[in-house]
């Protein structure tokens, strides 16, 4: 077995750096074991703690049970840190995808992989992006970048080496649904989003999900990584959930229907967010609670569904912990219509 060292950092130490760092120190055996795996971090990087830059490997545990504090910034050091691989775990800013953007261009160029669990930049710069990578022979992957670890970006690049992706059709955004479900069996939408924030679900600042931004975001990676489109976020039609009439839901409920704010897009013409009253018997109607799912139409397979049942943050950090093994594997991209067209 071929072995493999890298020496991670991580942009960002909230809900999601935190979980991975648990996960890596609780799978260092088995990474070790079944793909010859190593790692060190030698960059922790967080906005109140700053950048800890230590060439050989930080106390993990330690940095996880008391922090750190440097006066450094992530992105004074983010171009000559030692670092073989760059977690992107950095908050959503869904109209310029800063800071991550940045961070992620300053890794890609110097050759340094990058698995981003952020959005934002995959969202606006995808093609470019890949571009930069491909060039400096970086890797560049994000299955958490959509749902958690729900295999969207694996399964098509492990299942669907042939053929069209032609519509996707998802839930895919645990909030804005759970305030749906809460306020359509009579309870408030502030109380059910305060439980999502206490299990580190909902976003710092959820207004991206209940404003649809979360899923018009994610929608647009799928519609640009998997079918080569040229969309941003802003193209989305978006319906945020305080446009929903909460009578219309109560009905709903009492029929039978369960109303979901639905992520839809095609290979033309605009991608929408918008709440469905689903009738029983639609795959995306039997989403509950935090689940999130995908129905996906291709061109010779068939329409899949795939969902994930109430993942919680420590999924998002599996998804990230399986970008990092296909980077070891050498399984450095995912193969999509952009890197084909680009020169
Ligand atoms: N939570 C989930 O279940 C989930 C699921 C899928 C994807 N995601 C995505 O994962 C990312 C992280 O989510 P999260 O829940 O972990 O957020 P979070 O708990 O708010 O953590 C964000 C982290 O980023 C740090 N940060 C902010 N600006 C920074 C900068 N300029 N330089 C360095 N560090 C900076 C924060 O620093 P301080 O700690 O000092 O404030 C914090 O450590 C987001 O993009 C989110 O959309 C999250």
Known sequence: MERRHFRLGFAGFGNVGRALARLLIARRDELARRYGLSFEVTLLASARRGAWVEPRGVDLEGALRSGWSSASRLAEVLGAAPIDLLFEATPLEPRTGEPALSHVRAALARGVSVVSANKGPIALAARELFGIARKAGAGFRFESAVADCLPVFNLAEAALPVGRLLRFRGVLNSTSNHVLQAIARGRSGEEA??????????????SHDLDGWDQAVKVVILANVLM????????????????????????????????????????????????????????????????????????????????????????????????????????????????????
């Open 193 to 206: 989003i305060g439980e999502m924030q206490r299990l580190g679900i909902a976003e710092a600042d959820p």
């Open 228 to 343: 080569g489109r040229d969309l941003t976020p802003a193209d989305v039609e978006r319906t945020p959930v305080a446009a929903v009439d909460p009578g219309w839901l109560r009905a709903e409920e009492v029929a039978g229907r369960a109303v979901h704010l639905v992520a839809e897009v095609g290979p033309d013409g605009p991608a929408c967010v918008h709440p469905v009253a689903l009738p029983p018997g639609d795959f995306l109607a039997s989403l509950r609670g935090f689940s999130l799912g995908l129905t996906i139409e291709t061109e010779l397979a068939a329409t899949i569904n795939v969902s994930i049942v109430e993942p919680h943050v420590e999924q998002t950090a599996y998804g990230m912990l399986a970008d990092l093994v296909a980077i070891g594997q050498g399984r450095m991209m995912i193969p999509t219509p952009l890197l084909q067209a680009t020169p």
